[in-house]
Every structure is written in C-alpha cells, then in structure tokens.
C-alpha cells in the first residue's frame, strides 16, 4: 500500500472538483448576466477567471509533483493525466465565460425581433447541463454519462450553425438588431466551444476508466446515437431541454 | 501467443518457448504449466511479488537449477525449436549460450583480463593475441573498457559495485550467448551505476536475447519491451510493457504495479 501517494491523490480530486464547482458557478452567472444586460456583474465575473488560473496552475503543479515524486502507472497513470487534461479543459471554460461576459451588453437578447432559430435560454441550459454531466460523469467513473456528454456534442455544433446561418437573413429584416445579434452570435460560439470542452472532459472519462482515446473517433462510441441535452424538435426552433439522466 | 501482442507489421522470431511448464522444489511446486514466449532481440521484463515464480522461471531457461538437489523442471523450453531440458542437451554449451547474470556481481578472484578471458578460454580454443582481442571487444561491449583499459592486470574485486556487474557482463558475453538472463542485476547498486546497466542492456538488445528479473517497476517499464507478470508461480498477464504499465487487462496486474500489494 502507498497511504502517502493515495492521500496525495485526494488532494487532487479535491482541488479538480473545487475548480469544477467555482467554473460552473463562473459560468452559470455569466449567463445570467449576459441575459439580463447586466454590464456590472459581468465585468466583477472577469476577476473571478484571475482565480481559476490560479488554480489551475496550482493544481498543475501538484500533478507535476504527484508524477515526479511517484512516477504512478496504469489507472493511477491515467487518472493523473487526467486530472491534468480536465484541469486545462476547466481553465478554457473559464477564458470562454469571459469571453461571454465580454460581449455582455445593456441591451438585452431578449430585445431581438422575432423569430429567432433557437431559443437561446434553452441552448445556455442544455450546455450548462452537459458540463455537469461531464464533471458528474468524472466523479461517478460513469462511462455511459460521459458517452452521452459526447453524443450531445453534434446538437449543440447545429444549434450554433442555425445561429450562424440564421444571421445575414434576420439582419437584412431588422438591420437595428445587428449589434445584439452579433453579441448573441459570440455567446453562442463561446457556447458552442464550452460544449466542445466539456466532450473532451468526457472522452477523459472514457480514457480513464477504459484506457481507450476515443478523441477523433467517435463512432466507436456503442449506444443508441440519440443525444441526452437536445431540443425536442430541431425543426421548429423550440429547444426543450430533456431532463438529465438522474 | 505473442503474435495477438503486437502490430501486423511487426513480426518477431520466437527465441524462447516455455510451453506447459512447471517447477518443483521437492514435494513443493513452484511453478503450473506456464507459457511464455520471448522474442529474440527484445528485453523482456518478468515481474512479480517475492516468491511467485519469476526467478525460478528464469533459472529453468539455462538448467542451472541442476546443480541443487531435489529440483525438477516439468514441461517444455524451447529455444530456437530445440527443447532444451531434453536430457541429450549439451548443459555446457547450453549455459555458452545462455548466459546468466546474478543479483550481487560475482567477479572471480583473478584480474580484470582473466574475469574475462575465463568464459571463452573454457569454451574456444584461442591464441592468446585473440584472447585479448576479444577480452577488449566484450569489456568495449559492456561499456567498461575506458574505465579498466588502464588496469587490466588489476583484480577485479577491487572495482567498484557497478564497474563488477558490468564486468560480470562483459565475462557473460566474452563467451558468445545469444541470449542473457538477468536476476534483479541492478538491486545491489547505486542508481548512477543502476543507470549506466540499464543503457548497456539496451545498446546490447541488438544482438542478445535478454530476459529479466526485477523488482524495480521504473526499470521494468524504461528498459524492456515485453512485460510478464508473475503471481503465485502463474503467469497473470504478458504483454507488451507500454500496455502493462498504461493500460493492463488484468485487475491483479494493476494492483501489483501500482503498488496496492507486493
């Protein structure tokens, strides 16, 4: 037994899953902010990044040092490279929500013209709710969840090209809605980058549990191909977000 | 069995064949029907806690366990498709071919050149200008020649730890192996000297066939190709050693590499 190396180990989950938390909260009030126009909490929300770099390289750190002074192999091996691997996964996340805060502005989405292609509250949901899955898939060592996060990732990829192609036709109609759109567009990128990161904390999972890399493959993937965080009908616009697997 | 081991690509010559084998030290058996294949010109590592069987295992490869009594080897190892615990197996020119390196160095009380020269005039016939041609080629091969050039005449119990292991080497493979068996050979030296081992079984995996025992994890995964991992005289899993030390199929293997029991 090595009580040393494990109570180092410990100390790992602990310090990913207080980053995990302190992201996600970064996150979700971004959003809000953003959705209400509420310039002053978003700019306070930049600050909070200072902090998740911080930690981040803390948490790097203590990987390096966990690998040098223990040199760990097979599972203990994959579940430091992960932790490494989710930790800049987190860290980006982190960037993105200020990237998201940036584009926050006193008017508010909700001021655009009629219709828009997706609804946008619906699509924030749906990929806050598969950054969850991911970290939960994390903690749990559930393959299965984490292959979900992945499956998800396509819808949320079309989501954002609806947005995209949605743009040069809803500005021609109401030329006045340019700036917010354009705005919305941006959260929707980031969005849609956010969603990219938590699949890659997902295909970690995967790694860790199976030794497998299934980043570029994901095909391989078994189970039925139906994504989890989907709008209920892709074709009329509404995006009812399903309830996430209990 | 190796072939599932590795990539379409690479297909390596079986040197070594254990099929079925077992091992018994009197009423007590120490080994049950293993088999293992070592490919030739790659380091195989064999792995395992104290007492499972690996360094009996190696043993059997060059029959050495014959000179202790009540031991007996059952089974079958085949090297180059000859069994060679068949009782018409040549046992001097077997240990010639496979030659053995132990936990402690053992240097005989003689000089550095006759350390040497001791394997090859028991086995060839050489003038004496040969002898010290190839006496200069084995200590160049173990890496040891620009240490003891200077000091040929000099014993070889006076060089340090590191310097007799690789003289033990040099005098192993002054007597034309093909294949080297090595038993924890770095577990009485210093990590420096450890180092400078581990640099010369990889320069000379060219032209042996090295099969080694050790307890060292970090040494097994830097150095060999192959891994097989040993528990209570069975062999668990054997497979190539970036998979055993990344990803191994079996849950005991894991245990045992990471240090959860052993």
Known sequence: MKPHFYKEIRALDRRLYQQAVEVEEMLGCVVIAFLKGDTQSAARLIEKDTEIDRNEIALEEECLKVLALYQPVAGDLRYVITVLKVNAELERIGDLAVDIAGFTTESKPASLQPPLPVDFESMTGAVRRMLDASIKALSSHNVQLAADVIKSDCRIDELHERFSSHFPEHVRQFPEDIAVFQALLGVSRSLERIADCATNIAEDVIYLESGRIVRHAHGCLSGEETPVFQPSDPEDGAFSVQDEQK | ?262
């Open chain 2, 1 to 262: 069995m190796l072939d599932t081991l590795l990539s379409p690509k690479e297909k390596l010559k079986i040197k070594i064949a254990a099929r079925d084998l077992s091992f018994f030290y009197g009423d007590h058996q120490a080994l049950f029907a293993n088999n293992l294949e070592i490919p030739e010109n790659r380091i195989t590592a064999v792995i395992g806690p104290s007492g499972c069987g690996k360094s009996t295992h190696l043993r059997i490869y060059n029959r050495i366990f014959e000179l202790y009594r009540d031991q007996r080897a059952e089974g079958e190892v085949l090297i180059d498709g000859v069994n060679i615990l068949d009782r018409n197996v040549d046992v001097l020119e077997l240990r010639r071919k496979v030659g053995m390196i132990f936990q402690r160095p053992t240097p005989f009380p003689m000089s550095v050149f006759d350390n040497v020269a001791y394997g090859m005039r028991l086995h060839f016939k050489l003038r004496k200008s040969e002898i010290a041609e190839r006496v200069e080629g084995a200590l160049r091969g173990a890496s040891l020649w620009e240490e003891v050039k200077d000091k040929l005449n000099g014993s070889g119990i006076a060089l340090s730890g590191g310097q007799q292991q690789r003289l033990c080497i040099a005098r192993t493979i002054a007597a034309e192996p093909d294949i080297l068996l090595l038993d924890e050979p770095t577990s009485a030296i210093d990590p420096v000297a450890t180092l400078k081992i581990e640099e010369l079984l990889l320069s000379l995996r060219k032209r042996f066939t090295i099969v080694i025992v050790t307890h060292n994890m970090q040494q097994a995964s830097r150095i060999s190709d192959f891994t097989a991992f040993f528990y209570k005289g069975r062999i668990v899993e054997h497979d190539t050693t970036t998979r055993i030390f990344t990803n191994p199929s079996n849950k005991k293997t894991e245990e045992y590499i990471t240090g959860r029991f052993g």
